[in-house]
């Protein structure tokens, strides 16, 4: 089992940025992919970004490559999402995931561990 926590959003202008973080506790990242999805009012929960349990490897949306960056500390069992040039359409509740898929895998079901998740707006 992964409990999972995020945190670091918040309200920001647009062309802002954030950076949110996921606690994990539990068993560690290292032995999953950890991944960022985000779900706006009325949408579908899409995916955002990827990491490998290396740490090593990662996998982005079209929509944000370029702008936002995943990282990991396995040591301190944490992953990030740097969040840079952000835009309003970017607003949505970001969560945290964990699964034993690879980076490639963007389903939501395929991911096992949720976070409760971290609002994120962005005004025009």
């Known amino acids: 089992q992964v409990q999972l926590v995020e945190s670091g959003g918040g309200l920001v202008q647009s062309g802002g940025s954030l950076k949110l973080s996921c606690a994990a506790s539990?068993?560690?990242?290292?032995?999953?992919?950890g991944a960022w999805f985000r779900q706006a009012p009325g949408k579908e929960r899409e995916f955002v970004a990827a990491?490998?349990?290396?740490?090593?490897?990662?996998n982005y949306a079209n929509s944000v490559k370029g702008r936002f960056t995943i990282s990991g500390d396995n040591a301190k069992n944490i992953v990030f999402l740097q969040m840079n040039s952000l835009k309003p359409e970017d607003t949505a509740v970001y969560y945290c995931?964990?699964?034993?898929?690879?980076?490639?895998?963007?389903?939501?079901?395929?991911?096992?561990?949720w976070g409760q998740g971290t609002q994120v707006t962005v005004s025009s």
């Open positions: 539990g068993r560690t990242f290292s032995r999953y992919t």
């Open positions: 995931a964990a699964g034993l898929r690879d980076i490639f895998i963007t389903t939501h079901r395929e991911y096992a561990y």
């Open positions: 990491i490998d349990r290396n740490g090593e490897g990662t």
